[in-house]
Each structure stands twice: as C-alpha cells, then as structure tokens.
C-alpha cells in the first residue's frame, strides 16, 4: 500500500519561498514517477510537476516554469517542490501523487492528503 505525506505548506508573501516535501511509505526511486498536483478554491485540480521515475526527466506546467523546481531523493525516499517568486494565484491545496512506472500519468493512482499553501499579496 503506497501512502503519501506531505509537508511544508503554510502561508507566505508575494515573491516568497516555500518546500514541499513528500514522505513515501514505500521504495519509489525506479518504481515509481512522482508529482505535485494542486487545486484552488473553486477550481478544478490541475498539474504542477512531475518527474520520471529515476529523476532523470522533469515537466512543469507553463504557469509555474522557471519558479519551480521538483526533485526526488533517493535515500530519503521523498520528492520536493521548492517554490520561488510566489504569486497569489499560486494560492491552493497541494498534493502529492505517484504511479507505478516510469512517467506521472494525468490521473495518478495514488495521492496524498494535500497541503495548503497560501500567498498573501
């Protein structure tokens, strides 16, 4: 059973910084491709990144390249976000999602509870 924890959300400033992290409850370097989804208020849920399953690939949706940066860790098991320049429409739920295989498909199997990240203007 693959469970998935995030953590680091929390509120910040316009053009502030913030990491998410995503604790995996199973061995997901070369097993599994990960990746950060997000929804806001009203909206529907929508991509943000992901990467392959050995790190070796990234994507990004348009709205947040160049701003953000996912990673994975090996060792530690765990995928990051780090955020930069954040915006107020960057304000949303962030969660953490895996699939079993090389690339993060469009609806992954598994997810975690979210995180809230809030961009105060």
């Known amino acids: 059973q693959v469970q998935l924890v995030e953590s680091g959300g929390g509120l910040v400033h316009t053009g502030g910084s913030l990491r998410l992290s995503c604790a995996a409850s199973?061995?997901?370097?070369?097993?599994?491709?990960m990746g950060w989804f997000r929804q806001a208020p009203g909206k529907e849920r929508e991509f943000v990144a992901s990467t392959s399953w050995n790190g070796g690939s990234t994507y990004y949706a348009d709205s947040v390249k160049g701003r953000f940066t996912i990673s994975r860790d090996a060792a530690k098991n765990t995928m990051s976000l780090e955020m930069n320049s954040l915006k107020p429409e960057d304000t949303a739920v962030y969660y953490c999602a895996a699939d079993r295989g090389m690339f993060l498909s469009s609806s992954p199997n598994y997810w975690g509870q979210g995180t809230q990240v809030t961009v105060s203007s």
């Open positions: 199973v061995r997901m370097f070369m097993s599994y491709a």
